[in-house]
């Protein structure tokens, strides 16, 4: 293929051209992801270049020599030609008398001799008188216009073009210089990065900044609040992270002491709680990382999310854990039915508020005031599963669920034992409202709210047995 074509640059191209779309071609087609069409590029430039300094021709000259025609053969061919079709033609030819012939070269030459005369009476004579006498005269301004105008432009046109080439040549060392620092900023992300996420990866785990020597100050405390949010809602982090190399695109702003690039990572796991989901599935994210320089070494200062391919992924919380709301109801009905009969709040396991235990210790003084106690049995809950509301960005760990324990039984005489009161109320319909407490794996109601009915479908029943 024609180098010229694969450059797209002629042979009149300057040099400043045939560099830049070098240079442009070089930048769309890097050696790491296209090395056919930058070898391609590469052996069209070097072809070029080697054509030039072999036929000594300057770059934006044209490499194509002039022909020199040789005058006096053509002559020679011409006169030869016309003499042949003078023979050819001799006896058709009618030629005139000596006598009109020889008058107008005799005219010509008298003419001649006369101008010849006067051209010299004239360059001795005016020609001085112009020049010594009368330097300012309109002949002397004309010829000394037409003589120094030439030094003058040719002396203008050469400072205009060696401006030229002074700011065409500063243009190409400020593009060289950009060039050198974009590539040594890619060497730095390529070097630092890794170690950094490393470092990253290490503080997930151990869940505590403390050891990052790759982050300033700065970074360490803007990060460990994430990590210790990790702690308190018992969040574990269990991955790798592997760091991409970058290229002179995802450079972003670079100068002596402080470079922002795009960094692409790949984390084989995701920071999740163990009790409320399995482990999640990896994800691609990129980043935004801010290099500064301290003591001669690259710190990173700043990390802002891009994107992450998890986004809008919802990972279900587990069943089991559903599971474990419903049963922590469970366990305070069947309290509540002991609580009741012998008036006694210590029955009760998985209340975490005091309201609860004033509110019950209220039934009990009613109780006492009429001489009656309550006998009966538990027979088991109902209670809404759609209505199972977890936070999992609370903390600590909330959930609510609507449910209604069902009880079957009667007041009685303390002193008699005998049938005091029919008990006719009906099941309430409560919204409870737990906290779970990690220490303890367990779940505690923290408030309850009464309802008319259930506000959610998908009703079902739960007994323990």
Known sequence: MNPYEVLNVTPLSSDAELKEAYRVL???????????????VEDAYQEIVALRQKTGNKMGTSPVKESFVDDNADESAEHGSIEQVKLENQEQVVVPSKKKRIWPIVLGFIAVFLFGMWLNQWMNSDDEYVYESDPYSEEASVSDDSSDSKPIESSQDEAIQEAEETKAEKERERREAKEQQLEEAVNIVNEWGPLFFYEVQYALSDRSASGMGMATSKFRN???????NMVDTNVIFEGEIEVSPIHKREIIEVSSDKIIAKV???YSSLSYSPYLKDEPEGSRIEWQLTFVKQDGDWLVDERKLLSDSSKGRIDPVREEVKDDIVETIDINATEWLFAYQYKDTSYFSRIGFSDYYERQ??????LD???WYWQGEYLGLEYSYDSIVID???NPLSATIEARANYFGNYYDEDTDEFAELDDS???????????????QSWYIVNTKLLKEFSKGDVRTYTYY
């Open 26 to 40: 070089c930048e769309r087609y890097p050696k790491e992801t296209h090395p056919d069409e930058r070898q391609l």
């Open 369 to 371: 005031q009429n001489n």
């Open 361 to 366: 210790e209220s039934y009990y003084k009613v």
């Open 222 to 228: 803007e990060f460990q609040p994430t990590l210790t």
């Open 426 to 440: 009906e099941p309430s319909v409560f919204r409870y409202v737990l906290e779970y407490d990690y220490y303890d």
């Open 392 to 394: 999992e960005g609370a």
């Open 264 to 266: 692409r990572t790949d």
